[in-house]
């Protein structure tokens, strides 16, 4: 179906790229043949680091007309194994491409290249005084352009939204070379199918994109952090739900199971004491122009984690006091990652339903003899689910494993949910597929696929 | 390449549809051959009026098989033609299914049918204290389903961010017949090409929506409303970037031109006084919780607005002035319709590009010989264009017109914006696809058509 790299294909790709920018050398090659999902490795036979969107397109016709699979891949941070190239071919790096093209004061947007790293973008607006609101975990490497493909989300959609309203307009080069705006710079737009919305989420198999306009908001003065212990995971996630009913919108609601926090303290040496009876925590963050309505809304937060018999609530009282909490949560998934040979499954269910979706993970896991360690964006039913291999037999791990996370994404789905939030299906979640979606539902967005990208040249092996 | 309803196929219709619902009478049907758009008339061959889910997909699976053009209708309030049956055949009405079918207040959410008058949703979430933000102008008539096939948009876009970004999960029948739903009921969602999102603005080409799954937020409890009169358009429309430059997200921020407003308060008998000088006004709204923080931002705007030289700010002082200001503002579709024949354009740019827009729009029209009178939400760049007949001749307004909307539209684009904003491309505007698209990108949208109607029978003659 695919062909290889010849040395004539990559005289053709020297013709259109530097050479030092061509990494065909094994040594070189290992840095792009993973990512951080599980323990994959799969080397592309070459890599491209081009630093214009022509230079794509003119690799990209090249790989259009000689069959040659074509891998985009942003900082390799990713959990579903979407920047692997599973079927060799080219990988086009994006790395070089990480300049912020403007900020525009005027209209509230910015122009960035797809390589520009997520927190970069965050702190530039910044010292304007505006908000790019979508921060994944890994927002410290990752790349927007990979943000965009895979639709990550991270803890502030709870209060902002997801990227699809802060991503108003792609460039992007299609399969075939030819290079196209998805939309218009506008915060409203009804002028035929949104491709726009199409291409993210779309994991790099519809084009790859080489521009990006994001949608900036004012950013907010103030804000403030609690972090409050409970009993059991269910009370914790009790509780969640009830903020909201009390009309509260936090900036970001984060669950965490006792484990993965005390792994985190473990790993980063953290002199942190957690109180012996809890068993779950929550970390609440509001925020706002005025300290005083904050205050008053952290007390209505205070007032309704009572009612679940929260065991205490740490006040964080400096900025760096919040740092640490939130780094905290951002380097949990380094941390179970260094402890425990595991797997991640990132279910998403309606808020409400995550005690359920809790006890069904610890019951499912009883039954097949796996432990896991949960914690994710609360506010937004999204749970990470990291399955530890502890004493499974290989055999278990490999295979009868898989029926494991098939209840898992049974439930998940029996709960109104999905079987990804904001990794995405890449590699690893696309043999679940048929568990949410019905055949002909498949042949539809095969048939998308087909539109775009008639040969499958773009990320093969990936969603289907 | 399309056939016409004979009496055998609607015997077949009846077979799957009562015959009191299932309209044939040209008295009848002429209540369905047309919208609000201009002054167009396409009489359908039949009107049925489906009760459930499985009775559209009966029907449509007969219109399938016997190649019978189906045009989807929701309440008939479209400003792009998008509900007319320009090429005869069945018109599926959606009258009958307007149920709201739950209000989830544990996981904010709702599920409605299509034919529920938008409203009505915000009236019944409202008595829970929830807020469905999405209201256009035609909110106490339009229909949620059509407000989610063409993209509807309104006033609090501006804060609270599009339609795209409420809906969470579409039931829909394909052109086949069969019943999907697109999504999950889940706030985030990264699992495949997300057909939601290409559902949102499809105009009711790809399928038929049967329910849909809409995200609801705690609803604010204090809101304020200023009315700004301005020496020009363009002091306006400068003052409106101002705002948010400053950090400030109103939940609404409408534009109007004198000559709108004038004829307002002419055409509903009104005694509003408008100041002399002023030439153009701003609806402006703050919401929030607290209102001593509310009244801070009001000032704030207020110091904004004498910058660009705002002749007198009107502080809504009850809920009836408010109502009153809103009612100006929501009425003057109808009013400037009643007064005079018009074309009416769904412009959108950048915000701080309004300025220049609206000069664009003024020269145009002396070059073209006509007037136009201008309002919109000023705050998301969205600008409706009304362009009034006038003394033009009936070769001037039907032909040479069509050069000044190109260029019209040709200077949106130019701008960074699109030829609409909310209204969509139905009828009207889809011979200006190619000023905004390349031959490629519409090849691209029109093979998602084929996909998922390869017998283009579902609202033909629209977007393409």
Known sequence: MYNKITIDILNLFKQVIDSNRLLVDTNQLADYAHDETEDFHFFPEAVALPESPDEIAALIKICH??????????????????SLAVHGGLMIGMERMNQI?????????????PGVITEVLMQAVAEKGLL??????????????GNISYGSGGPRVVKY???????????????????????????????GYNLTQLFIGAEGT???????????IPKPAENLLLFASFRSNELACEAV???????????????????????????????????????????????????????????????????YHCLDVLFAESASQKESLWHLRRIMGVSVKSKAIYKEEDTVVPRAALPTLIRGIKDIGQRYGFESVCYGHAGDGNLHVNILKGEMSADDWNNRLKEGIRELFELTIKLGGTISGEHGIGLVQREYMPLKYTPLHLELMQGIKKVFDPHQILNPGKIF
């Open 65 to 82: 007309t000689h069959r040659i699979p074509v891998t985009p891949r942003g900082a390799g941070t990713g959990l579903s194994g979407g």
């Open 132 to 145: 790019y609101p979508v921060d994944p975990a890994s927002k410290g490497s990752c790349f927007i352009g």
């Open 101 to 113: 093209l403007e900020i525009d004061e005027q209209n509230l947007q910015a122009t960035v290249e």
């Open 241 to 307: 739900s009830a903020i909201f009913r009390k009309g509260i919108v936090p900036s970001a609601l984060e669950f965490m199971e006792r484990k993965g926090v005390a792994w985190v303290i473990e790993h980063e040496h953290l002199t942190f004491n957690l109180m012996p009876e809890a068993e779950a925590f929550l970390l609440i963050e509001v925020d706002g122009n005025q300290l005083d309505e904050l205050m008053r809304v952290c007390e209505q937060i205070n007032d309704t984690l009572e009612h």
């Open 161 to 191: 939204g997801t990227i699809r309203e802060y991503i108003l307009n792609l460039q992007v080069v299609l399969p075939n070379g030819e290079i196209i705006w998805t939309g218009a710079n506008t915060l409203k737009y009804a002028s």
């Open 206 to 216: 519809l084009g790859i994109i080489c521009k990006a306009v994001v949608k900036l």
